[in-house]
Each structure stands twice: as C-alpha cells, then as structure tokens.
C-alpha cells in the first residue's frame, strides 16, 4: 500500500541519516588523530602522556618511574644548608637575574629530579641494574639516613624507610649508567693543560705607570712590595688554563718558579708577572681529575640530552608550587653525604 510504502521509505531516510552521522564522526576521530599525532611528530617528538594521577605524595612521573615529594623536600633542605652555610640567611632575598634566589634552587632541583628519573628510564632500556653489592649499600645507606633522624623529622618530610630506598636506588641506577657510558671513553688531560701555578703580578693602567714599577724592580725592591704599592691587597693568584686573559696567561705559563715577566698589555691593562710556583703538584692532580670529570660529562651529554628531550616527564606543579623553600626545616643528615659514603667507595 501507499502508506506501507511510505513507512520504507521513511525508515530508509533514517538509516541514511544515521549512516552519514557515523561517517562523520569517524572522520572527526581521524582528523583529530591526525593533528594529534602530527603535534608529536613535528612539535613534541614524543608520545601524549596520560595522567592517571600522581597520588598523594606523588612529585614527578616519567616513563614507568615516579617520584615524591619527600625526595624533593630532601634535596632542598640540603641546598638551603649549604647556600646558608656559605652565605647567611639574607641569601634569600637575592636574586639571580630576575628570578628570586629560593626559586632558582627551587629549578635547580627540580632539573636535578628530572634528569635522575630519565637516566632511569635509559638504563631501563639499556638493561643496567645494581649489583647485589650496591643492593646492599643502598639498603645500608637508607637505613643509616633514616635512623639519623629524630621522629619528629621523619613526620615533617614524611619521611619513611620505603621512600628512601627507592630514592638511594634511583640515585644510584643514573650513577650506574653515568660510569657505564663513560668509563671506557677515551679522554686525555695532559700534564700541561691541568697544570695550576702560583703567581705574583703588578698591575698599572698605563704603559709609564708600569714602567715605573718596573724601575722599582730593577733597583731590587722586593716584588710584593710594589705588588701591595699598586694593587692593594689583590696582588696573588692561583691560576688554571682557560681562566685569564690569554695575554696574561701565556706570559704566566711561561715562567719558572722565580722568574719574572716583562711588562703585559693583557685586556687593556699592563702587568708584570712573577711566578710563585710553575706546579702545584696536588692541586694540579685535582684539576686534572676535574678536567676529566667535565669532559666525561660533556660526552655524557652529547648522548644523553637527545633521548631526554624526547623523554615525557609529569610534573605535579599544585604540590611543587606549595613547596616554600625557605620554610623548610633543616636536616641534621645530608643525603648526599650518605650517598657518597656508601655508593662511591
């Protein structure tokens, strides 16, 4: 019938219409898969990560790695002793540029976190773990933290045994791996470049000033003596390559213990130079172990910094930003000092 008829063709305009609506929405969840993935690719280099919440103590996820607000509390606490120590309470009211110095430690710390936790995401992937003997020092090194703590400490960082394993493992995994992709690296100090030496100098703004320290010398004054004249008291230093006016050093570098330059234009001043000391023998050890340990860390980085920038890292901001670094108490126990005594034997 007509109306029969009609009915099919009614349902039949319906089934159409639900069709199209399907089809659209399948390229809407295309299109946006696309923009989204297109982001990754030429934006972020990295896959989205999905928060499925930091939980109640949780700071920082990466990868299948967390970590918590205690470790955080725990480094600041350190870092505030330290930059109090050195400099007084009123270092907090300086500033780095134009950033308040509590929050510079604040990101300093925070890049600290950041880059143990994607070292540990690395090793995961470069399979390296802990020895059964750094097992055991970790164990040794969270038990020795914790007991050095009053009860009252442990409830105000939160502080528990379980955390400061995982902590002291994390730590000592990005250690693990630092030394595995360096220690086979073929790097060399020579005696030359390490060395430290010791040195005396005259310093003057014009050429006829310098000649008349010069004169000085010459009729056998005692060095320090027209030094002091000049410079005041600033009339010494220690010296290592790379740090002074390439003019100044290679006058300086040449000299032997108790020899005396001629005059130095250096940067636009003038100077006359006597050598204390052309090796410090144990300083000059030190530095070559520091020049060693920089340039295991700029090989380090060269390969390391790719991976981390491609690396997601979480941050619950709600719970950093309500950590105010000069209200931390301090900590009778320094982690790092734990660290190196049980981990860097």
């Known amino acids: 019938s007509d109306v029969y008829k009609r009915q099919i063709y ?204 010069q004169e000085r010398l010459d009729n056998k004054e005692i060095f320090y003596v027209v030094a002091k004249d000049y410079n005041g008291e600033e009339y010494e230093r220690e010296c290592r390559r790379g740090e002074l006016d390439e003019n100044f050093e290679n006058a300086a570098y040449n000299l032997k213990s108790g020899e005396v330059s001629d005059i130095v234009e250096s940067d636009g001043r003038y100077y006359i130079i006597k050598c204390n000391s052309d090796n410090d023998k144990s300083k000059t050890e030190a530095n070559k172990t520091a020049i060693l340990e920089k340039r295991k860390l700029e090989a380090f980085n060269s390969e390391f910094e790719s991976f981390e920038a491609k690396q997601y890292v979480e941050f619950n901001n709600k719970a950093w930003n309500e950590i105010k670094l000069t209200s931390i108490g301090n900590i009778n126990v320094k982690f790092e000092e734990v660290f190196n005594s049980h981990l860097k034997q």
Do not use: P
Not at 24 to 31: G, T
Not at 95 to 118: I, N, T, W
């Open 10 to 213: 009614i349902w039949r305009q319906i089934v159409k219409k639900q069709r199209k609506k399907k089809l659209i929405a399948v390229v809407i969840v295309a299109l946006v898969s696309l923009l989204i993935f297109g982001y990754i690719k030429f934006f972020n280099g990295t896959f989205i990560y999905i928060s499925t919440g930091f939980g109640k103590d949780g700071l920082l996820k990466t990868g299948n790695k967390k970590a918590s607000v205690m470790e955080a509390d725990i480094l600041l606490a350190d870092a505030k002793s330290e930059y109090e120590d050195l400099f007084g309470t009123d270092i907090w009211n300086q500033s780095v540029g134009d950033v308040k110095f509590d929050e510079y430690v604040k990101e300093q710390v925070k890049a600290k976190l950041e880059r143990v936790y994607c070292m540990n995401v690395l090793a995961d992937k470069k399979g390296v773990v802990l020895s059964r003997n750094q097992k055991t020092a970790v164990s040794d090194a969270a038990e020795e933290y914790y007991n050095s703590l009053s009860d009252e400490k442990r409830n105000e960082f939160n502080i528990t045994k379980e955390k400061l394993v995982n902590m002291f493992t994390s730590f000592a995994i990005a250690d693990t791996l630092y030394n595995d992709l360096t220690d086979n690296l073929d790097i060399e100090v020579s005696y030359d470049e390490a060395r430290v030496i010791t040195v005396q100098y005259i310093c003057a703004d014009t050429l006829e000033d310098i000649k008349k320290a």
